[in-house]
């Protein structure tokens, strides 16, 4: 199993500002994954993390908004830049389990823009 | 790509069975999973398949039919509890378990 947190938990961010989430987990991890979650919608990844390359980002996404950095094997951190409203989301990390098939989340960022 | 589909929204009673369907349209993966997500809160994992057939986990059951293109998941003995969204997912074809694709979700209903 893999237990995950994220900071912070919640943001209200101004538009134009940016927002740094962070993710940490409690062992070493080969993948770490970040998710979107829209209002009232289902998840969509945004990109997958790995430690010592850049990471790859989903079709629609691009590192010029949502860059990511993965440091070492228990962190990462995902930017959202120059905020809008329509970045307002829920934003979750996730990893891979160690010796079994399941996907671990964070418990998400909630964030705002106003 | 990778369509799925569930219905929006399903309603049931407390002790009743509930069967939600997922369906999809892809050329590969590696396995479809089943999530449980409470309003605010991270998804929870519940069940997959790999392979056709059914997989029990308590009262909870997932079934795949990779020739139908078809999966669901069985919610036996309902408590007001399982009132939540259900996700229905597949992982990616090749390089990693963790690049879920998921579906809209599945609100569940229960009442007493």
């Known amino acids: 199993s893999a237990v995950i947190s994220q900071k912070p938990s919640r943001d209200i961010c101004q538009r134009g500002t940016s927002l740094t989430i962070q993710c940490q987990v409690d062992?070493?991890?080969?993948?770490m994954f970040w998710y979107r979650q829209q209002p009232g919608q289902s998840l969509t990844l945004i990109a997958t993390?790995?430690?010592?390359?850049?990471?790859?980002?989903e079709s629609g996404f691009v590192i010029d908004k949502f860059p990511i950095s993965r440091p070492n094997l228990t962190f990462s951190t995902l930017t959202v830049s120059n905020l809008s409203p329509e970045d307002s989301s829920i934003y979750l990390c996730?990893?891979?389990?160690?010796?079994?098939?399941?996907?671990?989340f964070g418990p998400g960022t909630r964030l705002t823009v106003t | 790509g990778q369509n799925i589909d569930q219905p929006t929204e399903m309603t049931a009673t407390e002790g009743a069975i509930v069967q939600i369907n997922c369906t999809y349209q892809t050329s590969g993966f590696n396995g479809l999973f089943w999530y449980q997500q409470h309003a605010g809160e991270a998804p929870t994992f519940l069940s997959y398949?790999?392979?056709?057939g059914l997989e029990e986990k308590g009262r909870f059951s997932s079934f795949l039919s990779r020739s139908k293109g078809y999966s669901y998941l069985l919610l036996k003995e309902l408590q007001m509890k399982d009132s939540a969204s259900y996700l229905c997912?597949?992982?990616?074809?090749?390089?990693?378990?963790?690049?879920?694709?998921f579906g809209a979700g599945t609100q569940v209903v229960v009442t007493p």
């Open positions: 997912a597949l992982t990616g074809t090749t390089d990693s378990w963790g690049k879920f694709q």
């Open positions: 996730s990893v891979d389990g160690t010796g079994d098939y399941e996907q671990y």
């Open positions: 062992s070493q991890v080969t993948m």
């Open positions: 398949n790999v392979l056709d």
């Open positions: 993390a790995n430690q010592g390359s850049e990471a790859t980002y």
